[in-house]
């Protein structure tokens, strides 16, 4: 049987009284990650490391809403979660379906130790 080209891992746990799945899948061009507490890929954001950035060791992120809510909130929550997983996988774009009940930051340190766990880069 051929081995699958496309690296995913999922997880699940509950996050202050939240069943919350994470979905993280490693594809060519973009790293694909997936947090929902409603079981549904919600608003789907592209968070880019920006070339413009004069120091390459730390570069800054563009986040744009694709498809959903464009709230402040929502980019602040991308960026915070998308930003660690650019990172390591060589500041390659991610590309986040971000569907949370709870947005409050104890949950959101939380998620990101998931994510962690699920890493696919």
Not at 6 to 19: D, F, H, M, P, Y
Not at 102 to 116: L, N, P, W, Y
Request: charged share 20%; glycine share 6%; net charge neutral.
């Amino acid at each position: 049987m051929a081995e699958s080209i496309i690296k995913s891992r999922q997880a699940q746990k509950e996050v202050n009284g939240n069943l919350t799945e994470v979905i993280c899948t490693d594809f060519s061009n973009y790293i694909f990650v997936v947090l929902t507490q409603y079981g549904k890929i919600g608003t789907l954001i592209s968070v880019t490391p920006d070339s413009r950035s004069n120091d390459i060791s730390t570069p800054t992120f563009s986040t744009k809403v694709l498809l959903g809510k464009d709230e402040p909130l929502t980019h602040v929550c991308a960026k915070n979660l998308a930003t660690f997983v650019s990172q390591e996988a060589g500041n390659r774009p991610v590309l986040l379906g971000l569907a949370l009940k709870d947005s409050s930051i104890d949950t959101i340190k939380e998620i990101k130790e998931i994510v962690k766990g699920c890493k696919v880069w």
